[in-house]
C-alpha cells in the first residue's frame, strides 16, 4: 500500500460520511442497492461515491441497505476503490459475471439507478450504459428491479455533511482572497480582460480551479454591459463605471461561486452615483431577505418570492432564479429557490433541509452581487461575510 | 459584440471544419439530422458540435444534411451559439415549443442522437435526456425516428480535422518540455512525489491542465514498483532505480498522452543493466512495429497483434491494448488498438482511417514508453520525435 497523503485520508473519512448518508437513505426509502454503473468516469455521481472523478474501467458500484458496499471494477483500478468499499471484484475480461453473481447473491428486490428527467445533477447514467446494464440485468431476470435513484441521490447531493461544508467554506474564503486581490489593483485603463487573466493568474497561484468553464469564470463586467454569458471585452475601464466580477473556485474538490460589486469613482467623487447605490442597497437588502426566510420546511418558491417582491417593489426585475445550489459544482441541481415557471418546471416546489448549501444572487443591471449559505437547524449561516457596501476605487 | 479574441476566432474556424465533416457524414449515412440534446455541459460531444462544454441550459443542436444548422438555447446562451449556427432560437420559458416546430418544419425521417454502449467517447446523452427527449418527440408522433448517432458521432470524434491535428501536435510539444525540465533536475534522494509535484507546477507555469485525474497524472513510478494506477510515493529514488513518468496535457481544448523512462546511474555507471536496457529497447521496437504496421485500411488488432508478438517472443507480456485513440480526451475511444477479447470487446474489429491519433504503448514491467501518432494517406507520423534511448541521470 503507499502510504497515505492528507488529502487521502481526507477524501477517505468524508466517502465513509457519504456512504453512511447513503445507507440511511436507502433504509428510509426501502431501496435495498444504490448502483452506480460507469466508465470512464462518466457519472457525476462519482464525486460521492468514491471522491475522484477517474474510474477508468466499467465499474458497478454498489451501497445496499445493510451498510455494506461492494465495487466491480477493472484489476487495474481494484486500487482507487479498495479503501473504500468492503468487498472488491476485480475483475480482468468482464464486469458481467461477477456483477451478475453478486445480485443473483443479495437478491436485491428494488435496485436503483442513477437517472433523472429534470436535475442534471443525479442523472450520471448515460443511456448507453444503460441499455448495457439492462441487457445485464435481463438475462438474470432482474431488469424489471431497475428504478430512478433519484429520492437517495438528491439528498445525497444536497445535503452536506460537515466535511463537506468545511471545503465549501475554504472554497469562499480563497474566493474572498481573490476579490480582496482585485481591489488592490483595480483602476481606470484596465480592462475586463486585464482582470480576467490577472484572476486566473492569481487562481493558479493559490492552486485552485475555475468552478465552471474558465472561458467565462471569472465573468467580468462593467457597468456599461447587460448580464449574460459574455466573454470579457478589451475596452478600457473609466472612472465612473461600475465592476461586478462573477468567480467561483473549486478547492479540494468543492465549489464556491460569489459575486461583487465595485465602483471606480470619478475626481472629487467619494461615492457612487444616487442611482447605482440604490440599485445596489436593493440587492443587498434583498439578499438578507433571503437569507431571513432560508430555514428548513420552507419551500424554494418561498425564498424566491421573499427577495423578488422586495426587488420589484423597489422598481426594479430579474428574470433568473434567487439561487441555486452549490456543491462539487457551481451549479449543482436540486432544490431550486426560484419561480414556479415553465423556464424552471417544479424545482423550487421542494422543502429545504438542514445541510444544504445555496447562492443567493437576486442580481440585475449593473449589480453582481452573490453570496452563499449553508442552512443550519434555525435558519441558515453565511459560508463567509457578504459584502455590504459598494467598493469604491 | 465582444471582440473577438484570437482563440475565440480559431474556435469558430475549428468548429466550422467539423459541421462540414459532420454534413459530409450525414449524408454518407441516409440520416437527415443530427441533435445533441443537452444541459450544463452534459454531452461529451459539445466540443465538436460547439467548442466549448459550457452551455448551461437545456439546448438542442442540430445539423442537417443540408448543411444548415439550429440552435435551440435559453436566451442567456445565444450569444455562445449564435457564430456557429445558421439560425438560433432563443426561448425565456421552454426548449419544447420550439424543438417541436422546428421538427414539424423540417421533416427529417432519421434523427440521430449522441448514445451508444460500448463506446464513452459517443454516449454523451444521459438516460434521463433520453427520456426527457423521446417524451417530447412522442408528442408530434417522432419519438420512433430517433436512432444511436455513432456511425456519425464515431468520425466526428475520430478523424482529426488539420485545425485539430495542430492543436494535438502542440499539446505533445508542452509535454516534451515538461518532460525535458524532469531530466534537468532528477537526482537521487527525490521521491517519486516530489517530481509529481515538481511537473504540477509547471504545467501551471505552461498553462496547461492534466489530460486525466490530475491526482494520477502524471503518473509517477520508479522502477521498483508494479504498474497500475496509484499515486506517488515519498520513497527517495535511489541509484539503480529506473523512473517512468506518464502525463498529458490538454493545450487549448486538445490533449496528448506520453510516457518516458529515465534511469539513475550508480557512480561509476555509464550506462543501465543489461536487463533493463533489454526491456526497454524491446518496447521501443514494439512501437515502431507498431508504427509501420498502422496505416489506413489495417484493422485495430492487426496493429495490436504486430507489437504484442514481438512483445512476446522476447519473453516479455503485457494485458493492456497496444494503443488508444487521443482527442479532446486521453482516452478517446473510437477504434482501439487491442486485442480481440472479452475484455475489449469488439472494439479494434474496425478498420483504421487517415486523421485517426493513436497512443502507440506496448509497455510492461518497469518501461515507461508511450508515443502518440496521427494516421496519414500511407501511414503513420509522430506528432513528437519519439524516445530511443534511456535517458540517464
Same mark, same amino acid.
Given at each position: #500500500?503507499? @502510504?497515505?497523503? @492528507?488529502?487521502?485520508? &481526507?477524501?477517505? *473519512?468524508l ?7 447513503a ?17 470512464e468516469? *462518466?457519472?457525476?455521481?462519482?464525486? $460521492? ?7 477508468v474501467s466499467? /465499474?458497478?458500484?454498489m ?12 484489476? $487495474? ?5 479498495? /479503501?473504500?468499499f +468492503? ?6 475480461? %468482464? ?34 450504459? $444503460?441499455?448495457?446494464?439492462?441487457q ?5 431476470g432482474f431488469? +424489471?428491479?431497475? @428504478?430512478?435513484? *433519484?429520492?437517495?441521490? %438528491?439528498? =445525497? ?9 468545511e ?7 480563497? !474566493? ?5 486581490d ?7 485603463g #484596465? ?12 487562481m ?6 475555475? %468552478? ?8 467580468? #463586467? *462593467? ?21 461586478? =466580477? ?6 479540494e474538490?468543492?465549489a ?11 475626481p ?7 442611482e447605482?447605490q440604490?440599485?445596489f +442597497?436593493?440587492?443587498?437588502d434583498?439578499?438578507q ?23 420589484e417593489?423597489a ?5 433568473h ?5 452549490v ?7 436540486? &432544490? ?7 423556464? $424552471?418546471?417544479?424545482?423550487?416546489r421542494?422543502?429545504?433541509?438542514e445541510?444544504m448549501?445555496? !447562492? ?13 449559505v449553508?442552512?443550519?437547524a434555525?435558519g441558515?449561516?453565511? &459560508? ?10
Open positions: #500500500m503507499p @502510504e497515505l497523503t @492528507e488529502a487521502e485520508s &481526507l477524501r477517505q *473519512s466517502i465513509a460520511e457519504k456512504h453512511a448518508q445507507t440511511r437513505l436507502l433504509q428510509d426509502q426501502g431501496v435495498d442497492c444504490w448502483l452506480t454503473f460507469q466508465r468516469g *462518466s457519472d457525476v455521481l462519482l464525486p $460521492y461515491v468514491l471522491g475522484v472523478d477517474e474510474l466499467q /465499474s458497478a458500484l451501497i445496499f441497505a445493510d451498510g455494506s458496499s461492494v465495487a466491480i471494477v477493472m484489476d $487495474y483500478d481494484a486500487t482507487v476503490v479498495e /479503501s473504500l +468492503d468487498e472488491v471484484h476485480a475483475y480482468r475480461s %468482464s464486469w458481467r459475471e461477477p456483477l451478475q453473481t453478486v445480485l443473483r447473491e443479495r437478491n436485491p428486490a428494488r435496485i436503483a439507478i442513477n437517472y433523472d428527467m429534470y436535475d442534471d445533477g443525479i442523472d450520471g447514467l448515460t443511456h448507453g450504459q $444503460y441499455l448495457l446494464l439492462h445485464a440485468l435481463a438475462e438474470i431488469a +424489471d428491479r431497475l @428504478e430512478s435513484a *433519484s429520492p437517495i441521490t %438528491s439528498l =445525497v447531493r444536497q445535503i452536506k455533511t460537515p466535511a463537506e461544508v471545503r465549501m467554506r475554504r472554497a469562499c474564503e480563497i !474566493t474572498v482572497h481573490l476579490f480582496d482585485v481591489t488592490g489593483i483595480l483602476k481606470p #484596465m480592462t475586463e480582460f486585464d482582470i480576467y487573466e490577472y484572476l486566473h493568474d492569481q493558479k497561484a493559490y492552486n485552485v480551479r475555475a %468552478s465552471w468553464d474558465p472561458a467565462y469564470c471569472p465573468g467580468v #463586467m *462593467s457597468s456599461k454591459r447587460e448580464s449574460g454569458h459574455t466573454p470579457p471585452t478589451r475596452t478600457p475601464l473609466e472612472p465612473g463605471d461600475g465592476l461586478r =466580477v462573477d468567480l467561483g473556485v473549486i478547492a474538490g468543492y464556491s461561486d460569489l459575486m461583487r460589486t465595485w465602483y471606480l469613482a470619478k472629487g467623487e467619494t461615492q457612487p452615483p444616487a447605482f440604490r440599485a +442597497d436593493t440587492v443587498r434583498a439578499i431577505i433571503a437569507a431571513d426566510t432560508l430555514r428548513p420546511g420552507v419551500s424554494g418558491t418561498e425564498v424566491d418570492s421573499a427577495a423578488r417582491t422586495y426587488i417593489r422598481g426594479f426585475e430579474y428574470f432564479a434567487t439561487g441555486h445550489q456543491g462539487t459544482r457551481a451549479h449543482d441541481g436540486g &432544490l431550486l429557490l426560484g419561480p414556479d415557471n415553465v423556464r $424552471y418546471g417544479q424545482r423550487s421542494g422543502t429545504v433541509q445541510g448549501t445555496f !447562492t443567493l444572487e437576486p442580481v440585475f443591471g449593473p449589480i453582481g452581487l452573490e453570496e452563499n449553508v442552512v443550519n434555525e441558515c449561516t453565511y &459560508l463567509v461575510p457578504p459584502q455590504r457596501e459598494i467598493w469604491v476605487v
